[in-house]
Nanobody, 122 residues
Framework: QVQLVESGGGLVQAGGSLRLSCSAS????????MGWFRQAPGKEREFVAH????????HYADPVKGRFTISRDNAKNSVYLQMNSLKPEDTAVYYC???????????????WGQGTQVTVSS
């Protein structure tokens, strides 16, 4: 069992930056692929980025490529999402999730955090 807790969301102006953090419980954090997803009001949850168990491989959704960076620190049981050049369309609840395999579909993730709100004003 893995428990995930996100933090770092908030209100920011367009063009600004935020860094989301996700802290995991348990001793097996390093065996999981970690992903970030987001869900905007009235829309389905969508993939944002994922990072391999070692941190050596990352993958991003097209809308965030070049602006967002996912990273992890296995010693701290944490994964991060650095978000730069934020746009109003990035407004959403952001979730971190853990999976045992590399996958972009949310159905492939076994554990989820409660989410953190990110609001980007124009």
């Amino acid at each position: 069992q893995v428990q995930l807790v996100e933090s770092g969301g908030g209100l920011v102006q367009a063009g600004g930056s935020l860094r989301l953090s996700c802290s995991a419980s348990g001793r097996t954090f390093s065996i999981y692929v970690m992903g970030w997803f987001r869900q905007a009001p009235g829309k389905e949850r969508e993939f944002v980025a994922h990072i391999s168990q070692s941190g050596g491989n990352t993958h991003y959704a097209d809308p965030v490529k070049g602006r967002f960076t996912i990273s992890r620190d296995n010693a701290k049981n944490s994964v991060y999402l650095q978000m730069n050049s934020l746009k109003p369309e990035d407004t959403a609840v952001y979730y971190c999730a853990a999976a045992k395999v590399v996958v972009t579909s949310d159905s492939g993730y076994d554990y989820w955090g409660q989410g953190t709100q990110v609001t980007v004003s124009s």
